[in-house]
């Protein structure tokens, strides 16, 4: 059982990193400023790669937690 929780876990990872490259890799310099006012709301393929971001970090957190049981 660690050795598939293990494996999903790396499989997981490799995924997670290729979102977050995925979506810094539009960014400018008037994106990064969390503080600015511009109010950019994400639309089409920017917000299915946002929620798919945040659903594989769930995915990998409740994975990691499982692990830790098991």
Same mark, same amino acid.
């Given at each position: 059982m660690n050795i598939v929780l293990s494996t999903?876990?790396?499989i997981l990872s490799l995924i997670l990193?290729? #979102?977050i490259f995925?979506?810094?890799?539009g960014r400018n310099?008037?994106?990064?400023?969390? %503080?600015s006012s511009s109010g950019s709301e994400k639309r089409g393929w920017e917000?299915?790669?946002?929620? #798919?971001t945040i659903f594989i970090?769930?995915?990998f957190l409740i994975?990691?937690?499982a692990? %830790?049981?098991y």
């Open positions: 999903i876990q790396i990193s290729t #979102l995925l979506q810094a890799q310099e008037n994106n990064s400023n969390i %503080l917000k299915m790669m946002f929620n #798919l970090t769930l995915l994975s990691s937690i692990q %830790l049981t």
